[in-house]
């Protein structure tokens, strides 16, 4: 089982920008291939951006041109920097790492969007 811990969120006004990251325990991070979902209240949990073991990225609409996935495999290290935030952005942000039949969350972290 791999352990991942969220961390970066935090109160911030719209327009503004933020960086979570999410570290791991995992002994092949660069194995894995990894994502950032994140679940408003009354809502599902739904995809937010990720990233191959290959470095490859993909994004929801929603975040495209705002939001870059990034990791350090050496750090074992996801990153989400996150620009131009907008209300509707508002929701826990959790960490998932998955291989194969394989797949981990962590606890998620609270990033609020509001003047």
């Known amino acids: 089982q791999v352990q991942l811990v969220e961390s970066g969120g935090a109160l911030v006004q719209p327009g503004g920008s933020l960086r979570l990251s999410c570290t791991s325990s995992?002994?092949?991070?660069?194995?894995?291939?990894m994502g950032w979902y994140r679940q408003a209240p009354g809502k599902n949990r739904e995809l937010v951006a990720t990233?191959?073991?290959?470095?490859?990225?993909n994004y929801a609409d929603s975040v495209k041109g705002r939001f870059t996935i990034s990791r350090d495999n050496a750090k074992k290290t996801l990153y989400l920097q996150m620009n131009s935030l907008k209300p509707e952005d508002t929701a826990v942000y959790y960490c998932?790492?998955?291989?194969?039949?394989?797949?981990?969350w962590g606890q998620g972290t609270q990033v609020t969007v509001s003047s």
């Open positions: 998932r790492a998955f291989r194969g039949s394989s797949s981990d």
């Open positions: 995992a002994v092949a991070f660069s194995l894995y291939n």
């Open positions: 990233i191959s073991s290959a470095g490859r990225p």
